[in-house]
């Protein structure tokens, strides 16, 4: 089965740190660029950050710049976001989604999403 | 704050044809292909249409997107309940160097 599994979200105290982690089953992991977006309770979609297939590339959204890093692990099939330094408003579900783009399909988009993990910020 | 912008919510009957409007800059969707999204409460998003008008396989041609400059739409016609959802359009932004999503727009039935 393919699929995209987050794990690592909870409470946690303004200032603190987490670290999400997304398994990838069933799909060739290291041939995609991955994604982090999150969506607050009763918002919308968010974009945080990506990373190329082999680490080497990575963007992020202004608001997450310098507290968070998005990192990967291509033998276990897992993508990884470190949060530090957390705010209130950083409480969300965190998503990992696989950007479709590769040679043979040149278009960039989000075509396979996780479940998702909710992170909640508060004292 | 999104720079893409789209209505918070749009309507219509049983049948009805009804258009999601995702207006950006010339950095983001007047430069970029769009994509949309439609995510149901408590679900995943799910991809519905790529490359501004492109439908991935499953999805019916109910669904037709189109682009315009700095202006892109989502059209559902024979609007059914089970169209009831939130739709995103996205965008890449060459200026932020990241991905923006509008702020997504509620379709209810009536």
């Known amino acids: 089965e393919v699929e995209l599994v987050e794990s690592g979200g909870g409470l946690v105290q303004p200032g603190g740190s987490l670290r999400l982690s997304c398994a990838a089953t069933?799909?060739?992991?290291?041939?995609?660029?991955m994604h982090w977006v999150r969506q607050a309770p009763g918002q919308g979609l968010v974009w945080v950050a990506r990373?190329?297939?082999?680490?080497?590339?990575?963007n992020y959204a202004d608001f997450v710049r310098g507290r968070f890093t998005i990192s990967r692990d291509n033998v276990k099939n897992t993508l990884y976001l470190e949060m530090n330094s957390l705010r209130a408003e950083d409480t969300a579900v965190y998503y990992c989604?696989?950007?479709?783009?590769?040679?043979?399909?040149?278009?960039?988009?989000?075509?396979?999403w996780g479940r998702g993990t909710m992170v909640t910020v508060s004292s | 704050q999104s720079g893409v912008t789209q209505p918070p919510s749009v309507s219509g009957t049983p049948g009805q044809r009804v258009t999601i409007s995702c207006s950006g800059g010339p950095s983001n969707v007047g430069s970029s292909t769009i994509n949309w999204y439609r995510q149901f409460p408590g679900a995943a998003p799910k991809l519905l249409i790529f490359?501004?008008?492109e439908r991935p396989s499953g999805v019916p041609d109910r669904f037709s997107g189109s682009k315009s400059g700095t202006s892109a739409s989502l059209a559902i016609s024979g609007l059914q309940s089970e169209d009831e959802a939130n739709y995103y359009c996205a965008a890449w932004d060459g200026s932020l160097n990241g991905w923006v999503f509008g702020g997504g727009t509620k379709v209810t039935v009536l």
């Open positions: 990373l190329s297939p082999y680490g080497t590339d990575f």
């Open positions: 490359s501004n008008d």
């Open positions: 989604a696989r950007d479709s783009q590769t040679s043979q399909f040149p278009f960039s988009t989000f075509d396979m």
């Open positions: 069933g799909l060739n992991f290291q041939n995609y660029w």
